[in-house]
């Protein structure tokens, strides 16, 4: 555990993807980066000399890129493999109706097309997600810095928003992650009262902005 009393988990989007409308997007899409005041925006909201840690995918290393070019100074920047994007399987790339044809039988959620139980093929669910991100929440509250910036994607930032605030699945989907948005929480450490109504080690500082 860290010695510093609390620290800032920034979680960013990255920028707006290029695909075609009504289709699922492909597994890694290109990214438009012409919204500059934008991208100003988020670089000026992001802690100088914090750790990032960065999704694989290209959509995030490039707006990551943008984001430095734009004045943000990180202490340090690695790749972080757990942290891409639901992977959709054979259905990346598929019109949505299609797909929904195939699923309209089964359970619904309210703010996703998805139920977080279903798993498209070869792909994985929701709550594969959030079983993923569980050891990279370990390595968060493990973190030895001062503040963390994650540039990740729309559906793991609402993962990490759930193992956050103690949220079901379906809870988690109903927070709206804009691209090139940023959303900032901050961890206490320590001194925590430690019963159940002490407010939990999560305070979400803003979502989305």
Known sequence: MTNHRHFSVTLIRHAKTIYPSGTLPPHDPDVDLTNTDQINLIAGLIPQQSDWWVSPLSRCQK???????????????????????????????????????QISHLEKTNWFFLHPDITPPNGESFNDVITRLEPVMDEITRHDGDD????????????????MMGLNPAQALAFKIDPLSATRL???????????????????????R
């Open 148 to 163: 963390l910036v994650l540039i990740c994607h729309g559906l793991v930032i609402r993962a990490f928003l759930g193992l």
């Open 63 to 101: 707006t990551a890129q943008a984001l430095k070019d734009a004045g943000a100074k990180p202490r340090s920047q690695s790749t972080h493999d757990a942290i891409y994007e639901q992977r959709f399987g054979d259905w990346h790339g598929v019109e949505i109706a299609d797909i929904w044809q």
């Open 186 to 208: 901050t961890f206490m450490a320590e001194g925590r009262q430690g019963h159940d109504n002490d407010g939990g080690a999560w305070y979400l500082e803003y979502l989305n």
